[in-house]
Nanobody
């Protein structure tokens, strides 16, 4: 069982930066692929970024590639999403999720555990 708690969401101006954190409970955090997803009003949930259990491999949606960075600290049971050069279209509720898998998967239906989400709003 893994419990996930996101934090760090807030209002930020276009072009600004924000770092989200996701703290996980449980001793098996380092065994899970971790992903960040987001859902904007009226839109489907979409994959944003994913990181392998070891942290070596990372993957990004084309819409955030070059602007967002996912990382993890297995000693702290925490995964991060650093978001730079933010745009209004980044506005969404951001969720972290855990997948007991050996590969990063982009479909959220494969993920076993989800956090409650944190609101990110990009607006002037």
């Amino acid at each position: 069982q893994v419990q996930l708690v996101e934090s760090g969401g807030r209002l930020v101006q276009p072009g600004g930066s924000l770092r989200l954190s996701c703290a996980a409970s449980g001793r098996t955090f380092s065994s899970y692929v971790m992903g960040w997803f987001r859902q904007a009003p009226g839109k489907e949930r979409e994959f944003v970024a994913g990181i392998s259990a070891s942290g070596v491999n990372t993957y990004y949606a084309d819409s955030v590639k070059g602007r967002f960075t996912i990382s993890r600290d297995n000693a702290k049971n925490t995964v991060y999403l650093q978001m730079n050069t933010m745009k209004p279209e980044d506005t969404a509720v951001y969720y972290c999720a855990a997948d007991f898998s050996v590969v990063v998967r982009f479909d959220g239906r494969h993920y076993d555990y989800w956090g409650q989400g944190t609101q990110v709003t990009v607006s002037s």
